[in-house]
């Protein structure tokens, strides 16, 4: 009963005093092992609950791998499929998609083994996209959410499953550069007349002022994304990985608020180091760097490019490696320029991000390059370089330590490593598992 109660009330846009409950849960996990089905489901709201909240990746991750010990059921008919999803989610916001892949995949065959083919497969299709967009790879994840909403339509209208779909569809659109269609999506499913009295992710209020924002509607956008931010914060729901509104709101306020734009920055980029991943500090920080002038913004997108080689977040190193090269070209920097232009280029093509990939070739024949033949492609497999690197790093050794054994420089292994974050989908921290499995 106490497991029930957790579950529905983190999903209550109503409740009273969810920082309160929070704390509740938090001494309520310390106390269990994970010896029954109910302790493991709390302690996987447990998880959920501390990534939501911005609490250290590795606490989530603790919690995490205690609810995973011993096996969660998808289809268990007194406890529901809600909690092995959000555990699923939690790996992901902690720079660990491949994983979480892999427990929506073992959902989606419980699900079709059983004949649930209603709004469980629907959100757990959803999710799977959401993890595809999160890995940068795009049009797959475009698939799996049109198939989730898809699903969701025939089971009824303005159900959460719908606003998920609906909520990540246009993410990713965005982030393909096709903006139109994103508001399109919008327009058809009336995302501004009002949202869920639900917890849902994307958040539809945040997502619909990114789109605002996209479309040049400062003002509105603005305002939009303070209120979700203002919701969200009361709800103590801190995390820029989770919601990203401070990032999506800082940049609404460059043109007429400067400053403001660089302490809304400032805190999104607190709030991310706290958290601790790779992914969310580099996002973080390139939004932040777009507050600056370029000779103060090229020291923040150098950070921003190095924390997302270390993370399997394809497209936000693309975007960051443009941010950098584009602010490199500004200060008088071609050749340094070039090399991020051209990795950011070609990251950007093999996620499926046109608009950047649009961007950079821009950003390359105003510096007077002529933008290289694209050869990028996604393939899972490991290189025998990546391989080799991959190995030692699974081991503990760091990349200078590698470069040495490898005989070639520390970029050169950091370069090789991002491939291989991107591919099996993990950051170091998870990349033993990765290799073992």
């Known amino acids: 009963m106490q497991a029930e109660q957790f579950k529905w009330n983190s999903v209550r846009m109503d409740e009273a005093n969810s920082p309160a409950r929070s704390r509740l849960l938090a001494q309520f996990a310390k106390r269990l092992t994970g010896r029954g089905?109910?302790?493991?489901?709390?302690?996987?709201?447990?998880?959920?609950?501390?990534?939501?909240?911005?609490?250290?990746?590795?606490?989530?991750?603790?919690?995490?791998?205690?609810?995973?010990?011993?096996?969660?059921?998808?289809?268990?008919q007194?406890?529901?499929?809600?909690?092995?999803?959000?555990?699923?989610?939690?790996?992901?916001?902690?720079?660990?998609?491949?994983?979480?892949?892999?427990?929506?995949?073992a959902g989606i065959m419980?699900?079709?083994?059983?004949?649930?083919?209603?709004?469980?497969?629907?959100?757990?299709?959803?999710?799977?996209?959401?993890?595809?967009?999160?890995?940068?790879?795009?049009a797959e994840a475009e698939d799996f959410v049109r198939n989730g909403l898809q699903i969701?339509?025939?089971?009824?209208?303005?159900?959460?499953?719908?606003?998920?779909?609906?909520?990540?569809?246009?993410?990713?659109?965005?982030?393909?550069g096709s903006t139109e269609e994103a508001l399109r999506v919008a327009?058809?499913?009336?995302?501004?007349?009002g949202f869920p009295q639900a917890v849902v992710y994307p958040d539809p209020q945040a997502v619909w002022g990114k789109l605002l924002l996209a479309q040049g509607r400062i003002d509105e956008a603005k305002q939009h994304l303070s209120a979700a931010g203002k919701r969200l914060d009361l709800r103590g729901t801190r995390n820029p990985s989770w919601s990203p509104w401070?990032?999506?709101?800082?940049?609404?306020?460059?043109?007429?608020?400067?400053?403001?734009?660089?302490?809304?920055?400032?805190?999104?980029?607190?709030?991310?180091?706290?958290?601790?991943?790779?992914?969310?500090?580099?996002?973080?920080?390139?939004?932040s760097a777009a507050t600056l002038d370029a000779s103060r913004a090229t020291g923040l997108l150098q950070e921003a490019v190095n924390h997302l080689e270390q993370s399997p977040a394809a497209c936000e190193l693309a975007h960051a490696l443009i941010d950098h090269g584009t602010a490199l070209h500004t200060i008088g920097d071609p050749h340094r320029?070039?090399?991020?232009?051209?990795?950011?280029?070609?990251?950007?093509?093999?996620?499926?991000?046109?608009?950047?990939?649009?961007?950079?070739?821009?950003?390359?024949?105003?510096?007077g390059l002529r933008p290289r033949r694209l050869h990028a492609s996604e393939q899972d497999t490991l290189t025998l370089a990546e391989h080799a690197a991959a190995t030692r790093a699974s081991v503990g050794l760091d990349n200078a330590a590698i470069a040495a054994e490898l005989r070639t420089d520390a970029q050169a292994v950091s370069e090789l490593l991002s491939a291989v974050f991107t591919k099996l989908g993990t950051d170091r921290l998870g990349l033993r598992r990765a290799m073992e499995g």
Not at 52 to 75: I, S
Not at 112 to 118: A, D, H, L, T
Not at 264 to 279: H, I, K, L, Y
Request: proline share 3%; aromatic share 8%; hydrophobic share 45%.
């Open 37 to 76: 089905v109910p302790e493991r489901h709390i302690l996987g709201l447990r998880a959920w609950d501390a990534a939501m909240r911005g609490e250290p990746a590795a606490t989530a991750l603790e919690y995490a791998e205690q609810a995973l010990d011993g096996g969660m059921n998808w289809t268990d």
């Open 78 to 105: 007194d406890f529901g499929f809600e909690v092995p999803a959000v555990v699923a989610v939690t790996l992901m916001y902690c720079d660990q998609p491949g994983r979480a892949e892999e427990l929506f995949n």
């Open 110 to 138: 419980e699900f079709e083994s059983k004949g649930w083919r209603g709004a469980h497969l629907s959100f757990v299709y959803t999710l799977l996209g959401y993890v595809r967009f999160r890995r940068g790879r795009l």
């Open 152 to 176: 969701a339509e025939r089971v009824g209208h303005d159900i959460p499953a719908q606003w998920y779909a609906v909520g990540t569809l246009i993410e990713t659109l965005l982030a393909r």
């Open 187 to 193: 327009h058809a499913y009336k995302l501004a007349e």
């Open 246 to 287: 401070q990032l999506d709101l800082a940049l609404a306020q460059i043109a007429k608020e400067p400053e403001q734009a660089r302490a809304t920055a400032a805190e999104a980029v607190a709030r991310a180091r706290v958290f601790g991943t790779s992914s969310a500090i580099g996002h973080a920080l390139r939004v």
């Open 337 to 367: 320029a070039a090399q991020q232009l051209y990795r950011g280029m070609e990251a950007a093509s093999a996620c499926g991000a046109s608009g950047l990939v649009s961007r950079a070739r821009s950003q390359l024949a105003s510096a």
